[in-house]
Each structure stands twice: as structure tokens, then as C-alpha cells.
């Protein structure tokens, strides 16, 4: 299944993307849904898939995590069943990321799916992340409020709620519609109907991550074992205080630490390519001989990309799920850049037998696959 996405890109990033939500109709006009809430509810059964659930009796909420044994004694209304990363787990439903694939790779999160009965909603949230919530079955009623500072409240250890908003959007959903949803803009969904909603969610990492992901790395790496020093002390008045040029001198240090593009760039490649939910992924037993690998390319058969593996280039170098990839440039280049890979876009990859071995144990890690 492929799915046909009719949007203005350029319009679209002038005007709304990270700047204000937006409803796109009728964007998918031959929509499909790719997953049956019965797949749905299968998944949520996998101790592997990150899902939720959430419900409301009588204003009172209710939210537990997955992996779910049965779901028996929900009843007919007023809940939703939540599944993170599908694009993982289920091929057809990792379909609908790709024609978001104008977007840099590197702020894609994941493929959410949410299934709910009527009645059923998480409330009113506000997110830190852009959103495409692409309607499939059923008709559902969403609400956009404007970005303003709103009070938010738990009323249920897991979830986050913001107080009552006015809409700026309020429109009901038809299957193929798209609503677009920057980060902070406080929204809610609510359905009469029985109803599939996809988010195809992308993040951007705040600074704390940044700091603490960059400290790891120092501290695996050693980088940094220089002490501050200060041969050019002279007598102090005021012994008790850190002075202006010294806390500059301090802030220098730091700042030096990330100023070095190679390791900035080697840790960055690490974090950025390292995915925030589970992969699919299991070594290939037993294992592809390289001679078996060039073979089959040379048969003509294809190579896909394991669904949600991060494939990456970050200056100089392509990261792969947290590993930097040695590769001469055109094969590397071609990993990145296609998830399917045939002899031809290998260029003369198969004469190099540091790139076959490579690509073997790329393939033996159950990177990528030789579709049956
Ligand atoms: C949902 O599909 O119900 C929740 C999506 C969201 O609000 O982010
Ligand atoms: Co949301």
C-alpha cells in the first residue's frame, strides 16, 4: 500500500510549520486505513510496543500502560487504546511515514496510532512536539486552542492535562484529513464515533538532553581532563568570591568542550541516530556469508531498511542506531538516502570488499533485509 499526500510543501513551511495548526482536507484523497483496531489491539498486547490506555467515568480519568493481557472490561465508550512507534512493528502502517519524508529525517519521532470508541479522548493536552494527526475510520471532533500560557494539572498520575481553552480550530474530521499541531498549542479529541487517528510526530531535542547526552559522551571518551588553572593569580581583595573573569574562564572550558566540530559531531551523530523506541530487530541466524549477499544483489534482489532505523549523515560521517558507519561516501551516501538498496544504487560497492563486509554484517544485525 502507498499513500498519495497532496500538500504544498513550500506553502505549507512558509506559513504553518512550527508556527501555527492547521487543518489540510481531504490530504490523503484515496485514504486507507493500514491497520485494523484488532492489529492495533494485538500490538498493544507486545511487551515490546509502548501503549496506553486511557478512560473517563463520570469526570473521573483513568490511564494504565501496556503490555494489555485482554481488554475485556472496557465497555462500549469513553476510552482510547494508544500504541507508540507502530511505524516499527507493522509495515503497511509505516507506509504513512514516507510521504512525510520531505521533513529532515532527523526530526521524525514516531507513528502513533490511537483507536477510540465513542467518548473517548486523552483530553485536553498540550504537546512539545509538531504533529500531522492524520483521520482514518470513523469522524472525529478536534479542538485547537491558540498557544497561551494554560494552566496544566494531572488528574491522573499519567496524564497531563491544560485548563479549558478557546478554539481557534474546531473541526470535524473525515477520513484522508490532516490536522497540523506545532508544539504548544493546546488541543483535544473527541469522538461519537469509532475512530482511528495516526500522529506522525516529529521532536526536536531540548537543551537538557543535549547537555546530558553531550556529558556521557565526555565522560565515555574521556574528553576534558584538563584542570582549569590560573598561573596569573594575584592577591585578592575578597577572597571569598569567584570573579567575573573567573566564571568566564570556567564557562570558556565548557563551551571549548563543544566547540570541537569533530566531537561534537561524533557525539551528536550517536545521539541523533539513536531511536527513542524499540526497533524490530533481530539478528539474522544463521548468518549471510558475503559471497550470499553479493549474489543476491546481483540477482537483482532488494535490500530494505528496517522501519524506524535512523540512518543518518552528520558532516563528515553516517551514523546508523547509535554506531558510526565506516563506508566509502557513495555507499554510506546511499544507505541514507534510500530505504531500498539494489546493486545499482550501491554504485560499485560490490567490487569493494570492505563495503560487502560492511554491508553483510549490516544485514546479519538485521539492519536490512532481503524482502521474501
Ligand atoms: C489521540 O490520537 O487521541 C491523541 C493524539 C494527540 O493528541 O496527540
Ligand atoms: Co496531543
Redesign the pocket.
Known sequence: MSFQLNLNWPEFLANYWQKKPVVLKRAFPDFVDPITPDELAGLAMEPEVDSRLVSHKNGQWQASNGPFEHFDDLGETDW?L?AQAVNHWHAPSAELVRPFRVLPDWRLDDL?I?F?VPGG??GP?I?QYD?F?IQGMGRRRWRVGDKLPLKQHCPHPALLHCEPFTPIIDVEMEIGDILYIPPGFP?D?FTFETTL?Y?VGFRGPNGRDLISSFADYALENDLGSEHYSDPDLTLREHPERVEVHELERLRTMMIEMINQPEDFNNWFGRFISTPRHELDVAPVEPPFEQSEVVNALLDGEVLTRLSGLRVLRVGDSVFINSEKLEMPDTQADALCHYTEITRETLGDGLQNPAVVAELTALINQGYWYFEE
Do not use: K
Open positions: 482510547s494508544l502513533m490511537s477510540s479522548g486523552v493536552h504537546d504533529v494527526i488541543h479529541g487517528n500522529s
